[in-house]
């Protein structure tokens, strides 16, 4: 599991945006410095990777992202859960925190990666066009799939996790660059518990939770 405050993955952007920012205050002077730095900040920002308090009850569904609820809707999944589904879309703005969490504990029993074209992730055609990566989770007593789908500036999608990965509920598994959002979809045993609009954090906000 990834702990540290800034992702791996940020570490060149953010040497090479340092360095740049010192060549040209050096060479120019700090005026001409400043766009690099701004760059550099928000770069900085981009990449972070805060704590979260993550919700224990097993009969919870938690966001796998931070972001805005673009959709919620009822939904025929053929490639994990082969049945009718609820589909919660989130929208991740270049200002939210673009580690992704997984929504149970679990095992993934299912993983696929799709190339495509890289629409605007608001677009409702994104998640069937876009390049996405997607992954079914199965604990004792639910099933879900959860799908990073690359939008118009996210040009890659990260995963730490492989087919066979056993993961905890809201433990980070991956991430997309610059941009994107993330499907969910769970089964009608599970209530949805946001709707569209609503403003989610990965691995805390309760987004379902399993009707008993």
Same mark, same amino acid.
């Given at each position: !599991?990834?702990?540290?405050?800034?992702?791996?993955?940020?570490?060149?952007?953010?040497?090479?945006?340092?360095?740049?920012?010192?060549? %040209?205050?050096?060479?120019?002077?700090?005026?001409?410095? %400043?766009?690099?730095?701004?760059?550099?900040?928000?770069?900085?920002?981009?990449?972070?990777?805060?704590?979260?308090?993550?919700?224990?009850?097993?009969?919870?569904?938690?966001?796998?992202?931070?972001?805005?609820? !673009?959709?919620?809707?009822? %939904?025929?999944?053929?490639?994990?859960?082969?049945?009718?589904?609820?589909?919660?879309?989130?929208? @991740?703005?270049?200002?939210?925190?673009?580690?992704?969490?997984?929504? /149970?504990?679990?095992? /993934?029993?299912?993983?696929?990666?799709? #190339?495509?074209?890289?629409?605007?992730?608001?677009?409702?055609?994104?998640? #069937?066009?876009?390049? &996405?990566?997607?992954?079914?989770?199965?604990?004792?007593? !639910?099933?879900?799939?959860?799908?990073?789908?690359?939008?118009? @500036?996210? &040009?890659? /999608?990260?995963?730490?996790?492989?087919?066979?990965?056993?993961?905890?509920?809201?433990?980070?598994?991956?991430?997309?660059?610059?941009?994107? #959002?993330?499907?969910?979809?769970?089964?009608?045993? %599970?209530?949805? @518990?946001?709707?569209?609009?609503?403003?989610?954090?990965?691995?805390?906000?309760?987004?379902? &939770?399993? !009707?008993?």
């Amino acid at each position: !599991m990834v702990k540290t405050p800034i992702v791996k993955e940020g570490y060149i952007y953010i040497a090479f945006l340092a360095l740049l920012t010192a060549i %040209v205050a050096l060479a120019a002077g700090p005026y001409w410095s %400043v766009a690099p730095g701004i760059l550099l900040v928000f770069v900085t920002f981009f990449f972070r990777n805060p704590n979260r308090s993550i919700p224990e009850d097993s009969v919870l569904v938690l966001s796998p992202a931070d972001g805005k609820v !673009m959709s919620v809707c009822e %939904v025929y999944d053929d490639q994990f859960l082969n049945e009718v589904g609820n589909k919660v879309t989130i929208f @991740l703005s270049v200002f939210d925190v673009h580690v992704n969490r997984s929504p /149970i504990a679990g095992e /993934i029993t299912f993983q696929q990666y799709t #190339c495509g074209r890289f629409r605007p992730a608001y677009k409702e055609s994104a998640g #069937c066009e876009n390049e &996405r990566h997607a992954i079914g989770l199965e604990s004792e007593n !639910m099933r879900v799939l959860v799908t990073q789908i690359a939008g118009l @500036l996210a &040009r890659r /999608i990260v995963s730490w996790v492989t087919l066979g990965s056993m993961l905890e509920k809201g433990e980070r598994y991956g991430m997309i660059k610059f941009g994107s #959002c993330t499907e969910v979809i769970m089964p009608k045993t %599970v209530e949805v @518990l946001v709707k569209k609009g609503d403003r989610v954090k990965g691995g805390e906000t309760i987004i379902g &939770r399993l !009707m008993q």
